[in-house]
């Protein structure tokens, strides 16, 4: 069997930034542990798979290690795909997910994902939290499935190192840590070793958290984020309540076949 494969550097507006992801267009699902093999192959932090469904397509999101509930980079990179290799001529697609029906649109020269909005929950710290970073948070916030970590400045994010044993021992798909920014209206960093990615370079799924959170904080809806990881990233952000739009650009690292 042969498999088209594209590997695409999402939230990035040239090669070796943003975030890498495999795309693989499928007419119908392989078996599950095929899929995860694909991706542990890849070594990537996701890959994507869809199928035609009606007028849109179903998408599933996998890490080397295990299949993911949602996922923004590669959603954006499945995107780009179908409008810039596929011929989907359409400016929306609609994604049915894990996490419901994604909508993904073009808006001028960017790709937005209208995502569902993370629920926000102040909790105590975990104990011990200070072991993560060896620094203390001002705020711990719990979401879908992920912390959030709130620290005083950007040069904290940007000076973190984490303890990634540690953040295996939290009950969290992935841990965010952010700050309020003087060149962007904030920054983040994305932590995720129980997936098998100890962290992320651009997180759209994080970004479920932290467009409602800096939202309300600064008071304005539509934002300029940067992830600071070592490739980078920038996301442009709308809150619009139940929902978040998050734009990004895209590009193309390589086409290729899979041989299984």
């Known amino acids: 069997m042969q498999l088209n494969i594209y590997q695409v550097d999402a939230f990035a507006e040239k090669v070796f930034s943003g975030n890498p992801a495999a795309v693989v267009p499928l007419e119908e699902w392989l078996p599950d542990a095929t899929m995860q093999h694909i991706a542990m ?9 869809f199928i035609p469904e009606n007028k849109g397509f179903q998408i599933r999101w996998f890490t080397p ?6 996922c923004g980079h590669a959603t954006l990179a499945s995107a780009h795909v179908l409008f810039n290799h596929l011929g989907f001529e359409s400016g929306e697609i609609n994604f049915q997910s894990r996490s419901g029906i994604l909508k993904v649109k073009k808006q001028h020269d960017l ?32 979401g879908r499935e992920d912390l959030m970590l709130i620290f005083d400045s950007e040069e ?10 540690f953040l295996k021992t939290l009950d969290a798909r992935g841990i965010i840590a952010t700050a309020k920014s003087e060149n962007f209206d904030f920054v983040s960093r994305f932590f995720a070793p129980l997936e098998g990615i100890n962290e992320d370079p ?33 996301l442009h952000c709308k ?11 895209a590009v193309t690292f390589l086409t290729g076949k899979i041989f299984i």
């Open 239 to 249: 809150n619009a309540g139940q929902r978040v739009e998050i734009g990004g650009k």
């Open 111 to 142: 790709i937005v994902l209208d995502f569902p909005t993370s629920d926000l929950t102040e909790i105590p710290f975990p104990e011990k939290i200070e072991k993560a970073f060896g620094k203390n948070p001002v705020k711990c916030i719990k």
């Open 156 to 165: 904290e994010i940007q000076n973190l190192k984490p303890d990634f044993d």
């Open 65 to 70: 290690v295990s299949e993911v509930n949602l």
């Open 202 to 234: 651009v997180t759209g799924s994080a970004h479920t958290m932290l467009i409602p959170y800096w939202s309300e904080q600064l008071k304005k809806p539509e934002l300029i984020a940067k992830q600071i990881s070592q490739r980078g990233g920038i």
């Open 41 to 49: 192959e890849n070594n990537l932090s996701e890959t994507a798979f």
